[in-house]
């Protein structure tokens, strides 16, 4: 008899973005010829930049010559990508990363998600809330929680983010072995100077323990005190893992590319106690499960860090920041206290009253997709998070929408 992995019972309702989708078909099914507004889901709207298009037009064009033409690549990215990446993302910012320590993908989500199977599955996982769902539930699948109860995984230690910590998480009052930080944070748009960011990678080095620390949303820091990398913190590459993707930066979210940084320094213990550096381990369950990503997409990845490739980038980035600042704008001139929106492409709201019921509201009298807070953890009820992944001429329309609705 062919049996089920008993975890997957254990998951709350849907996927997060699957309820959100559910609820959206359902109000387009019943009024047809309202446009919508979406500033829900963080998936980019504007095209790939020039350079990207152009570089991937070409390594489409080697694909079809014999003597240029690519099957298999390497499973951890080819060269010339992990070598532009660690001189640029990290060696430009004084961070000390090798190119073999980089290891390209499909996506952070696939990354932050599939990392955890690499470790033992009693370690006691520290989990901020809110906090992007994949974290949690790719750790309940693996079945180091029990049931949930009001809301929340017996087996997690919660790291609540609220106003009055400025949505940056203390250090747990409890032990803790794996802890999954995100700056700038999705859902909240927080960010972390670096003094706070040396708190962990300090509680992490006393204590033996890994961080998860996901920088996909770092090119929208524009804040030159702000670290962009974990690996900018002394002894970082002793207790971090660190995560980024071209999704947001470059518009890659249906092209797909992303890298793990896996430093050669970083450890964890066996149980007898001895240490056992994690670059092999992920690189093993990387080139085991994991065949590469495309050619042409990885070419266009490199085209990111040419010169037109940055400008280009940089301006599709200030324009979604400048719609991020708008919309906190807007809502604060309603009464709305906000976090996010700046160095960030989110803006937090404290809505006052039941996030899915905001939602609601916006949805139906707006015509606007937000994202409910509460999905992101029992710290988000009441909040809502708004997107600035849209055009200008539509974030002005869906504000419109907004204050007439909540009149």
């Known amino acids: 008899m062919i049996r089920i992995n ?10 997060l973005f699957a309820d959100i989708a559910k609820r959206v078909g359902t109000f387009q099914q019943q009024h047809p010829d309202k446009h919508l507004i979406r500033l829900g889901i963080g998936d980019v709207t504007q095209p790939l930049p020039a350079a990207c298009i152009a570089a991937l037009h070409h390594a489409t064009d080697e694909m079809a010559n014999a003597a240029s033409f690519r099957g298999y690549g390497p499973e951890q990215g080819y060269d010339f990508l992990r070598k532009v990446i660690a001189a640029h993302d990290f060696r430009a910012r004084g961070a000390e990363v090798d190119a073999d320590e980089v290891f390209v993908s499909d996506g952070a989500k696939s990354d932050t998600g599939n990392i955890q199977e690499i470790f033992a599955a009693d370690v006691r996982v520290a989990i901020p809330d809110p906090v992007y769902p994949v974290y949690v539930d790719t750790n309940v699948m693996a079945g180091r929680t029990a049931a949930a109860a009001d809301g929340r995984y017996p087996g997690f230690v919660y790291l609540d983010s609220t106003a009055a910590n400025g949505y940056v ?6 032990p803790v072995d ?3 930080l995100c700056f700038p944070n999705n859902p909240t748009g927080a960010t972390a100077t ?3 960011l040396a708190a962990w990678v300090d509680y992490a080095r006393q204590n033996r323990a890994l961080i998860l620390f996901d920088a996909a949303y ?4 524009r804040d030159p005190d702000l670290p962009h990398s974990i690996y900018e913190i002394p002894g970082a590459r002793e207790v971090a893992i660190e995560f980024r993707s071209f999704s947001k930066t470059a518009g890659f979210t249906g092209l797909r590319c992303a ?3 896996v430093p050669k320094e970083c450890m ?8 056992v550096p994690l670059h092999p381990l992920w690189m093993r369950r990387h080139t085991t499960k ?25 301006a599709l980035i200030d324009d979604y920041l400048a719609n991020a600042r708008t919309i906190r704008s807007a809502f604060e001139s309603m009464g709305f206290a906000c976090t996010g929106g700046e160095n960030a492409p989110y803006v937090w709201i404290d809505t006052g009253r039941d996030a899915w019921e905001f939602f609601d509201l916006l949805l139906n009298r707006a015509g606007v997709v937000c994202t409910p807070g509460v999905g992101f953890g029992r710290c988000g009820q009441q909040h809502v998070r708004i997107s600035a992944f849209n055009s200008a001429e539509n974030v002005a329309n869906a504000l419109q929408r907004i204050r007439t609705a909540l009149q």
């Open 194 to 196: 670096r003094e706070q």
């Open 178 to 180: 794996l802890i999954y």
């Open 169 to 174: 998480p203390a250090l747990p009052s409890e």
């Open 290 to 314: 994991f065949n590469g990503v495309s050619y042409p997409v990885q070419r266009a990845a490199e085209a990111v860090y040419s010169t037109e490739g940055q400008q280009q980038v940089r």
């Open 6 to 15: 008993p975890h997957y019972q254990k998951l709350q309702a849907n996927y």
């Open 259 to 261: 890298y793990t940084v």
């Open 268 to 275: 964890a213990w066996d149980a007898d106690g001895q240490r």
């Open 218 to 221: 770092e090119a929208f820091i």
